[in-house]
């Protein structure tokens, strides 16, 4: 954690400077405060948010700041936690961003070491915290070791491609979708849901579903639900809503979710970035 030093003394989100002439000024800066100014002075650096503003984020916590996610260099890294030392009512910033090469080296390096991978040249790319894995294998075998290789890194958010297969086609990208709890869900109908869970599988990272809260009306009455919606039928996905493809079912329309064959991650597995225990499922075939 990054201390920062200055004349104040600290009580909370309030802090008292002592004036030349030894009186004391009340400055409050709430957290809320702190964390606007962070993200203006944040987003006058092109460099930065050219990076893709939702691959981190920024909490803040009497006025102790906590940097979490992505970013593409180290430099990055730094600059962002320069930027949250230096605004007023900042106690201390806890820099957890994580940077792409460090990550690319951890998975080479443990591709390098695993007995049923090291013998193939597989170059790893990343960006964001996506991970993509290129290279040929002899057969499916492999290639799902790689996959579940590169997934083992608990900072990895998602493992879109993997080695092609010999003699066969490549395979199809996989999209990089992360619908964020309690974002809003829409079908063309207009019908509304809420994100209250999302499913994962494991080796890959990724998600494969996400768990809509929904109001019904039955008998007169409002019942809620919870469905399982596949990544496939969503056309977008932001920070804040989730709309449906237009020749997708309506929400209700979707199978409920048996929360017994998609169990809460385990409390010794680190979700991938936004993610936090508890808000994560595994897919049933674990």
Known sequence: MTKRHTQFVFNGDRRKMITPNNKQVSLVYSDDNILAEIWKAIRQYEEIRA????????????????????????????????????QPGVHAVQNKLVVDSDLTLQIAGSLAKDVRTLQFILPVGCSHGWIRLGGEVPSHEVQLAAEEIAGQVPFVRGVLSRPKVIGENPETERRAIQ???????????????????????????????????VSDFHDGKSVVHEYLIPVEAMEV??????????????????????LSNYPLAPDDWQPPYPYELGFVRWTCEQ
Do not use: W
Request: proline share 5%.
């Open 51 to 86: 990076l893709g503003m939702d691959s981190f984020s920024i909490s803040v916590l009497r006025g102790f700041v906590l940097l979490s996610g992505h970013v593409s260099k180290k430099y990055h890294r730094d600059l962002v936690e320069e930027i949250a030392c230096s």
């Open 179 to 213: 619908p964020r709890i309690k974002s809003k869900i829409y079908d063309y109908n207009r019908q509304e849901g809420v994100v209250t869970h999302v499913v994962i599988e494991p080796r890959s990272r990724l998600v494969t579903h996400a768990v809509a809260s």
């Open 237 to 258: 996905v932001n920070q804040e809503n989730i709309i449906l493809k237009r020749n997708r079912p309506p929400l209700n329309a979707y199978p409920r979710i048996e």
